[in-house]
């Protein structure tokens, strides 16, 4: 017996042929549509100052029922799983956006066959249940202790364990099934430092994937995570005040690339930009970036933390050129939107869960890289930031603008990285951005496994990444005026 029948159908007594006549005959005289079954389980353990605060587990089950009918949406959501609740459901999300049927289901021109099942991006054990509860405790004081062993002046240590399984079903009204078993881990380390002279200040790191536990359970992969959040902290305590005014700026590999995601990915996504509020609507075909940018969103990357085998409404995930040598090639589509738009589909309708309608969203969205070495790029900078690590940011999706904190960041003097500085924003638009890229790295990273994407509401895992790159000129919003 399989994952699915038995959690969807043989624990709930559900009939796969009748349900899916249900949703045939619901969609029935409608453009699109799906039924989406859901389990997750999920867990939640945090350690602060050497004592569990929080240990939480959770299981949840249920659907979501769609119906499109041009551009209008009808949905209903229910954590009972019988064929009366679903039957119902469809009813009242004909009603909802007051289509009833009239004529047969009529498959999109770009629907997908069942092909994808053959290739598995990542395990479908459950990290949960692979490794005892007293194990992931015995890890968190482990860390506990490591972290302190570092230095005295570490004052206060946080860690935390998140692991989730969802198993997910969709159906859709010609009787075509897909699924999907997804793992997620992450390990999110925090160390705060305390000066003599009472100046505190912290550090944060944190890895993970679609992987199990056994991932940073050995020694060398937490110690790493470690090291990482207690070098932060530390570099943090020496920083200075940071500069304000425009200013080459050169960003670091990896998690930077957050910056790319906010500033610029969003502006892909199909939705915005058939509504035409993006900064990059009706500009496929035109430059938008320099020469030598080209950014990709590729959900089919092995154990990546962003990756999906199919999306959530059953389209295989892709690799989807975004911006080619500074061209706008294309957007990110779920199904209604590339429909409305006549584009294919790639793969990118995600939902938060059976309670959330699906939307255009990224998945591991990153920059390739280019031809410099790293310190080449920062020997051509004469005086500069050179941003490492970021926090929160704000974007506007319409302008473009966009305002970010780093929160770990240097001053580059005469090509030369100089004094840690505190306090950096990077504020800016970003189409204008792209085009002012002038120089891209050979050493690309993604990051370590720990984006989470909100939009609408929802938030769903994602990944980042880009190679050192150096901007000519962006605004640094700090607090002393540099010359």
């Keep these: 017996m399989s994952i699915i029948d038995n959690l969807f159908f043989q624990q709930t007594g559900l009939d796969c042929d009748r349900v899916c006549q249900i949703v045939s005959n619901n969609l029935s005289g409608n453009d699109d549509g799906e039924l989406f079954l859901e389990y997750r389980q999920s867990e939640n353990i945090v350690l602060d100052d050497g004592c569990i605060k929080n240990a939480g587990f959770d299981i949840a089950r249920g659907f979501g029922f769609r119906v499109v009918s041009g551009e209008t949406i009808g949905y209903i959501h229910d954590n009972e799983l019988s064929e009366i609740a679903i039957n119902r459901a469809g009813k009242i999300a004909q009603v909802v956006h007051g289509t009833i049927g009239g004529r047969q289901f009529v498959s999109s021109k770009n629907d997908y066959s069942n092909d994808y099942s053959s290739v598995q991006l990542y395990t479908d054990m459950n990290p949960l249940t692979k490794i005892s509860f007293a194990t992931k405790i015995r890890l968190l004081e482990e860390i506990d202790i490591y972290a302190r062993s570092r230095d005295p002046r570490v004052k206060q240590v946080s860690a935390s364990i998140n692991g989730s399984w969802q198993v997910v079903h969709i159906i859709r009204g010609d009787g075509s099934q897909f699924s999907d078993i997804r793992p997620l881990v992450r390990l999110n380390i925090s160390i705060i430092m305390v000066t003599n002279s009472g100046r505190m200040e912290i550090g944060n790191y944190g890895i993970g994937g679609r992987v199990t536990y056994d991932y940073f359970i050995q020694p060398k992969q937490w110690q790493y995570a470690v090291d990482e959040a207690f070098r932060q902290a530390l570099v943090n305590l020496d920083s200075i005040p940071a500069p304000a005014g425009d200013m080459v700026v050169v960003l670091g590999s990896g998690w930077p690339g957050v910056l790319l995601h906010e500033a610029i990915g969003h502006g892909l996504e199909g939705d915005f930009n058939r509504k035409q509020t993006s900064a990059f609507s009706n500009l496929i075909g035109q430059k938008v970036a320099s020469s030598d940018v080209t950014v990709v969103d590729d959900g089919t990357m092995i154990d990546r933390r962003g ?91 319409t302008s473009g603008k966009f305002v970010f904190s780093a929160t770990e960041a240097y001053l580059i003097e005469n090509g030369r990285v100089g004094s840690s500085i505190k306090g950096a924003t990077l504020i800016g638009n970003g189409p204008d951005v792209l085009t002012k890229v002038t120089m891209i790295g050979n050493d690309l990273k993604l990051d370590d496994g720990v984006g989470t994407c909100c939009k609408a509401g929802q938030s769903v895992p994602v990944g980042v990444g880009q190679p050192t790159i150096k901007i000519s000129n962006l605004t640094v919003g700090g607090t002393v005026i540099s010359n």
């Design 307 to 397: 990756s999906i085998s199919v999306d959530d409404e059953g389209t295989p995930s892709s690799r989807t050129m975004l911006i080619e040598n500074g061209i706008l090639k294309g957007y990110l589509f779920d199904r209604l939107n590339a429909r409305l738009m006549n584009f294919n589909v790639t793969g990118n309708g995600r939902r938060q869960s059976y309670a959330s309608q699906p939307l255009p969203r990224m998945t591991n969205t990153f920059m390739l890289a280019g031809s410099y070495s790293s310190d080449e790029i920062l020997s051509s900078v004469k005086k500069g930031v050179y941003a490492v690590n970021f926090g929160g940011g704000q974007v506007d999706i």
